[in-house]
Nanobody, 123 residues
Framework: QVQLVESGGGLVQAGGSLRLSCATS????????MGWFRRPPGKDREFVAA????????YNSDSVKDRFTISRDNAKNTLYLQMNNLKPEDTAVYYC????????????????WGQGTQVTVSS
């Protein structure tokens, strides 16, 4: 059983930056494909970015790809999401997730989830 714990969220002004971390335990982190999702207020959870166990990455959109960077440190069993030039529409609860299968963009492709960390971007 893999445990995931997110951290690094908070309140930031538009144009600011945050780095989210996802510490994992209880499993072979390097064997999992990892993803970040977010749930904006009043909306469904949506895909943000994912990274394969060898480091290849995919993003939800060009807007996210230009501002966010997903990375992983297999030695530290930790996943990261560097978010720059944040916008109010990035306000959401951010979740990390682990997939024992392929690297994907849908919720049901991921086996394990963290509890989430709140990111609020003020205008």
């Amino acid at each position: 059983q893999v445990q995931l714990v997110e951290s690094g969220g908070g309140l930031v002004q538009a144009g600011g930056s945050l780095r989210l971390s996802c510490a994992t335990s209880g499993g072979a982190f390097r064997r999992y494909n990892m993803g970040w999702f977010r749930r904006p207020p009043g909306k469904d959870r949506e895909f943000v970015a994912a990274i394969s166990w060898v480091g290849g990455s995919i993003y939800n959109s060009d807007s996210v790809k230009d501002r966010f960077t997903i990375s992983r440190d297999n030695a530290k069993n930790t996943l990261y999401l560097q978010m720059n030039n944040l916008k109010p529409e990035d306000t959401a609860v951010y979740y990390c997730a682990a997939s024992a299968g392929g690297i994907g963009k849908t919720n049901n492709e991921y086996n394990y989830w963290g509890q989430g960390t709140q990111v609020t971007v003020s205008s």
